[in-house]
């Protein structure tokens, strides 16, 4: 079993910044990817970015240039660094783990509790 604790949502006005945290402890083997997820009122869950222990990354077209996935193995940590925020992406933002590198969230085996994020306009 792995579990995930996210920190750092919240709120941030359009333009602005957030910084997310996820920390996994429990069986970290089963972990090799780490990711996040989004899911907004009425829409389905969508990848926002994940990587692998090694860095290999996959980033959601709308991320791209503006979000940064990064991680820190020793501390088994992800972050998600989110810049020029848009007050469409207010959802909660979800931590996944799982062994193969995909945005099918169903490959994913461990998921967070969520961390509400509102981007004000």
């Known amino acids: 079993q792995v579990q995930l604790v996210e920190s750092g949502g919240g709120l941030a006005q359009a333009g602005g910044s957030l910084r997310l945290s996820c920390q996994a402890s429990g069986s970290i083997f089963s972990a090799n990817v780490m990711g996040w997820y989004r899911q907004a009122p009425g829409k389905e869950r969508e990848l926002v970015a994940t990587?692998?222990?090694?860095?290999?990354?996959i980033y959601a077209t709308s991320a791209r240039g503006r979000f940064t996935i990064s991680r820190d193995n020793a501390k088994n940590t992800v972050y998600l660094q989110m810049n020029s925020l848009k007050p469409e992406e207010t959802a909660v933002y979800y931590c996944?783990?799982?062994?193969?590198?995909?945005?099918?969230?169903?490959?994913?085996?461990?998921w967070g509790q969520g961390t509400q994020v509102t981007v004000s306009s």
């Open positions: 990587i692998t222990t090694f860095g290999g990354t």
């Open positions: 996944a783990a799982g062994r193969v590198l995909t945005s099918t969230s169903g490959m994913y085996d461990y």
